[in-house]
T-cell receptor, first 116, second 115 residues
Framework: GAGVSQTPSNKVTEKGKYVELRCDPI?????LYWYRQSLGQGPEFLIY????????DSGLPNDRFFAVRPEGSVSTLKIQRTERGDSAVYLC??????????????FGPGTRLTVL | AQKVTQAQTEISVVEKEDVTLDCVYE???????LFWYKQPPSGELVFLIR??????QNEISGRYSWNFQKSTSSFNFTITASQVVDSAVYFC????????????FGGGTRVLVKP
């Protein structure tokens, strides 16, 4: 079946602009996660959703970052007043529920964000 | 707080050699899960294995094998008879049940397999 998809694959923007990054999880996966990966580093957790609600947003770096998942499927990560330091690959993942525990996370191809 | 350390930043081998990737984790919780992911040049993270803290059995899957030792907080990964297609960055990750579902990743080890 289809995996996690993310759009756009690349986004170039100017400092101070607003961007939206979209994630379409694997069908039926109730949990959705956002990570950020800077060059040469491992992914860092940003936020995750169980259904429509953000269950843990402790990784969001500041209030310029916000994410939504209004219908419990597609999610959008929104970044206001972008800064050059926001440049990174933004990864989305999803996982299914097995009993009371979530299974492994499957990742999308990422969106490479470049802030000039 | 959780932490994952992959001390080797890059390993270079010649095809058919074995290569072992080290992973050391830190957590005070007794219920946790360990993972390995592969990130080929295309960039997409590929899930390889999940292990829970109550299962210390080593596992073998084809040319891949994993050694989990709670006594040393390590979860090492060995590729036997490496192939050029194994060239990628490999990440070890930790999920602690008490901290929810987020993964804490190590810094990754880049493996370069030369023909």
């Amino acid at each position: 079946g289809a995996g996690v998809s993310q759009t756009p694959s690349n986004k170039v923007t100017e400092k101070g602009k607003y961007v939206e990054l979209r994630c379409d999880p694997i069908s039926g996966h109730t949990a959705l996660y956002w990570y950020r990966q800077s060059l040469g580093q491992g992914p860092e957790f940003l936020i995750y959703f169980q259904g429509t609600g953000a269950a843990d947003d402790s990784g969001l770096p500041n209030d310029r970052f916000f994410a939504v998942r209004p219908e419990g499927s597609v999610s959008t990560l929104k970044i206001q007043r972008t800064e050059r330091g926001d440049s990174a690959v933004y990864l989305c993942a999803s996982s299914s529920l097995s009993g009371s525990s979530y299974n492994e996370q499957f990742f999308g191809p990422g969106t490479r964000l470049t802030v000039l | 707080a959780q932490k994952v350390t992959q001390a080797q930043t890059e390993i270079s081998v010649v095809e058919k050699e074995d290569v072992t990737l080290d992973c050391v984790y830190e957590t005070r919780d007794t219920t946790y899960y360990l993972f390995w992911y592969k990130q080929p040049p295309s960039g997409e993270l590929v899930f390889l294995i999940r292990r829970n803290s109550f299962d210390e059995q080593n596992e073998i899957s084809g040319r891949y094998s994993w050694n989990f030792q709670k006594s040393t907080s390590s979860f090492n990964f060995t590729i036997t008879a490496s192939q050029v297609v194994d060239s990628a960055v490999y990440f070890c990750a930790l999920r602690v049940k008490a901290a929810g579902n987020k993964l804490t990743f190590g810094g990754g080890t880049r493996v370069l397999v030369k023909p």
